[in-house]
Every structure is written in C-alpha cells, then in structure tokens.
C-alpha cells in the first residue's frame, strides 16, 4: 500500500497534522471493528484501516506532505519544451546578377561544363 492509499483510506490530505490522523484511525477503527460491526467484510476493512494507519505514521505522512510541496512547485514553474529550437531553413534568393553574369560567360567562352543555370554539370 502506498502513501496516497492510505491517505484516501483514512480520509486525510497532506495539511493533516498527526492527532488528525490518529483521530482519523480512531474512528475508522471504531467503525470497523469486527467485535462492534458484524458485516462480512468488516475484518478486512479493520485490516486495511490499521495497515493505513501503520504507512502513514511511520513517516509517511510527511511523504504526503512533502509530495504536496513537490506538485505545487512543479505547477508554479512555466513548462519548458526540451530539445532544441526547430530548424528553418532560409530561402536563398539568387541575385539577377548572378545569372546575368552565367549567361555572359556562356555567350562568351561557351559552356565549358562546370555551371549551368539548372545546377547540373553539362558535358
């Protein structure tokens, strides 16, 4: 059984002091008692109520506290996304004098196969 089972068993939260849980386990123990109540699974809830009371008071009541604490800091921080920003890649625009000067060279040496306009080498 874990803390928060125990907690929901006896009907408690995290701002509970001890003498609220023992009065808390006191009346549990009371209610279910098999000797006072004689349904058929009262046993087993005295059994549950006691074992509740066991994993509370032997410290967990401040693991309930202290996940309390935990959740509330967690809430008040801003989400933060891991990993690295996405890439966006730039489009590149080719200046007009760029191809001014490809068509240039071509009307003037001939392709010589080491540029064209399409990127490809042309032999």
Do not use: C
């Amino acid at each position: 059984m874990n803390v928060y089972q125990a907690a929901s068993i006896l009907g408690i939260d995290a701002n509970s002091t001890n003498s609220d849980l023992k009065r808390s386990w006191r009346h549990y123990a009371k209610m279910y008692h098999p000797d006072r109540n004689s349904s058929p699974n009262a046993e087993e809830m005295f059994k549950r109520v006691s074992d509740a009371f066991q994993v509370l008071a032997g410290g967990g009541l401040n693991v309930l506290k202290l996940g309390q604490h935990l959740q509330q800091e967690v809430a008040s921080q801003p989400i933060m996304i891991s990993g690295p920003a996405p890439y966006r890649r730039r489009k590149t625009r080719v200046n007009d004098w760029y191809w001014e000067e490809q068509r240039w060279l071509e009307q003037e040496f001939g392709h010589l196969g080491y540029w064209s306009r399409n990127g490809t080498q042309r032999n």
